[in-house]
Structure formats: structure tokens, C-alpha cells
Nanobody, 113 residues
Framework: QVQLVESGGGMVQAGGSLRLSCAAS??????MGWFRQAPGKEREFVAR???????TYVESVKGRFTISRDNAKNTIYLQMNSLKPEDTAVYYC?????????WGQGTQVTVSS
């Protein structure tokens, strides 16, 4: 079972940027995604990158977030620019569709206004 470990979260002011990383313990060339869960809300899809590099984003982050992958490093990234308070959440990476056994601890992103 591949372990996924997220990092890179933090506290930023609105308009700031963060880069999240998701390190996999083994090779993963599958479709991978970033998800987030805000307080009191369901976990939601944010972005995915397919094995062939095709990217998909939820409408609310289009033009601000960029998902990428480095297969040599078994790592997925999420570059987040122009952050908004509504982006505040715990961010998780996983396969897409998600593997229930692969949810990690996530990384907290807090955006202040």
C-alpha cells in the first residue's frame, strides 16, 4: 500500500501563495488528486492530474491553482496563488477516484482576510 504524506500548508494573508507537496512512498503513475475539507463541510475535490498530464480543476480554483507531478520523485504538487479566505481547509492528496485506505493526515491551509 502506497503511503501519501502531504506538506507545505501554513497561514497566509489573502492574495498570498503556498505550494503543497504530496510525497508517495512508492511509484504512482495513476490519476492523482488534491482534495480539501473546510470546517463543518464535506471533503471536496480540488484538482486532478491524469497519467498523461491532463489537468482538471474545480471551478472555484481555476486560474489560481496549478497541479503538477514529478514522477521521478513520486511527488504531486499544488501551487496555490491568489489565495482567498474561502480556501481555508485541510488539504489532502489521494488517487482519483480516492482510495479509502490512502487518506493521510493532510496539511492545514489557513488564509486570513
Amino acid at each position: 500500500q502506497v503511503q501519501l504524506v502531504e506538506s507545505g500548508g501554513g497561514m497566509v494573508q489573502a492574495g498570498g501563495s503556498l505550494r503543497l507537496s504530496c510525497a508517495a512512498s512508492g511509484r504512482t503513475f495513476a490519476t492523482m488528486g488534491w482534495f480539501r475539507q473546510a470546517p463543518g463541510k464535506e471533503r471536496e475535490f480540488v484538482a486532478r492530474i491524469m497519467w498523461n498530464g491532463i489537468r482538471t480543476y474545480v471551478e472555484s480554483v481555476k486560474g489560481r491553482f496549478t497541479i503538477s507531478r514529478d514522477n521521478a520523485k513520486n511527488t504531486i504538487y499544488l501551487q496555490m496563488n491568489s489565495l482567498k479566505p474561502e480556501d481555508t481547509a485541510v488539504y489532502y492528496c489521494n488517487y482519483d477516484p480516492p482510495n479509502a485506505a490512502s487518506w493521510g493526515q493532510g496539511t492545514q491551509v489557513t488564509v486570513s482576510s
